[in-house]
């Protein structure tokens, strides 16, 4: 049946397959088919026809203890980062900004009220949260989700907030709607954002924007850190000076490649 809401040009079963996928959450990489069914509503002989198209096409793997997503559902991911272009532009100031700080730093977008990882260059260190390449977190909490938030008109900030988080992360703090506003308000008028353990124990970071061309926001970059090992002053003195000039230079890369004619 399709579902509410759905237009005359819904493709049910697209749907249904793109569904399946998303059920395979952080700390659940391999589920049963009755597992599947349950977490996205379908019925079994449904869902089963969707794991085995899935497999067939080398999206996913089945075994003796239920199914598992195979390493090409990351081309699906990949495909929108190459789309952009940002990837390949700001890659080399990553990884200079990498160099320069000693500090892992990230690229994230929006998605609703998380942000989603779309770039990253780590150093080895130990720290709370594992990140990579489609990690998922509550933006609030977040020096990158913070920037992204304060780009929104009023009334896409009320959307967006009312939207449940998706990351399967606890924050340590959830902010209330006016402490939300007053940060917001303080990174719009000085241009980038500080965290500092408010997501997990020990992770502090600071994030700028990155513009295209108009000057709309499109991502964010940031420089994270071990609490333990940085201080806010250190973050704020000696990487942010850096990461602003990174930031920068990405948009002004941006800019200047999406202003080239592409035939």
Known sequence: MPRPGAGPDFIEALARGLEVIAAF??????MSLSQVAGATGLARPTARRILLTLEELGYVRSGETGFALTPKVLELGVAYVQSMGLWDIARPHMERLVERT??????AQLDGSDIIYVARVAVPKLVTLSVRIGTRFPALQTSLGKVLLAALSAD????????PSRSGVTPRRQPDREECDTVLREVRARGWALTDEQLALGIRSVAAPLRDGSGRVIAALNVNCHAAETSVERLIEAHLPLLLQSAGDISADFARTSAVPHT
């Open 25 to 30: 959450r952080p700390g659940q990489p391999q």
């Open 102 to 107: 000693n500090e892992s730093c990230s690229v």
């Open 156 to 163: 896409e900030l009320a959307r967006v907030l009312a939207e």
